[in-house]
């Protein structure tokens, strides 16, 4: 099964994950980072792409100015769709954290959420094939990075899956004007098949036979 990983700028539009499903027609998933969807109607037209591309896209969408989780399917369905949980550490994921489709199940972690995933990722009572993170803008310090690759390797570990996350390349958190762009492939072993820091290319994995390619 090939993923596309893509680190779009944000933008008002689709041209992006058009133009690298267009060039790319043999990957299965497009996984896209937190709120590149800007607005309701641009979920609509999503859905229209993935489904006379035949592909799954995974991203996340902004309603009344709130970044919303979703997983559209190969026939442009909305499989998956929910509210982000809030940061309060009191505050359990929400549900869905995982759906079912082709006898695959996915998850779902919508950025800061991969910080509770340890612990409220037991409450799903079957194997999971792989865990879908988008994460909204870049890092903002050495460390917020390493602790997001920590605990995505200790997600993948515990629960025998593979962890997949990305980042927009521009904006910053809190517009604070630091940001590291990050994405990443971790192993069901929680071993890395790639850790991309501050470089913002496209990469397609072929997460069965463990290969990364590179644009």
């Avoid at 990983?5 to 944000?10: E, S, W």
């Avoid at 509770?116 to 999971?128: P, S």
């Avoid at 993948?156 to 492939?185: F, L, M, Q, W």
Wanted: aromatic share 8%.
């Amino acid at each position: 099964m090939k993923i596309l990983i893509g680190q779009p700028l944000h933008e008002n539009g689709l041209k992006q994950i058009s133009n690298e499903i267009i060039k790319n027609k043999e990957v299965d998933i497009v996984l896209y980072p937190e709120g590149y969807l800007a607005n309701e109607e641009l979920l609509k037209d999503v859905c229209n792409i993935a489904k006379e591309y035949r592909v799954m896209i995974i991203t996340s969408y902004r309603m009344n100015n709130k970044d919303r989780a979703v997983i559209i399917n190969n026939h442009g369905e909305k499989i998956l769709e929910r509210a982000k949980t809030p940061p309060d550490d009191n505050e359990k994921l929400y549900n869905p954290l995982v759906v079912n489709y082709n006898k695959m199940n996915i998850g779902y972690l919508l950025c800061m959420e991969i910080l509770k995933g340890v612990r409220d990722l037991q409450r799903v009572n079957e194997t999971i094939n792989f865990i879908a993170h988008p994460i909204g803008v870049g890092m903002f310090s050495d460390e917020q990075f390493q602790q997001w690759i920590t605990e995505a390797k200790n997600i993948a570990r515990i629960y025998k899956t593979i962890v997949i996350g990305t980042s927009h390349a521009d904006g910053s958190y809190r517009n604070c004007g630091i940001s590291i762009p990050i994405s990443y492939c971790i192993d069901s072993n929680g071993e890395e098949i790639f850790i991309s820091k501050a470089d913002t290319r496209t990469r397609v994995v072929d997460i069965d036979r463990k290969e990364v390619k590179t644009f």
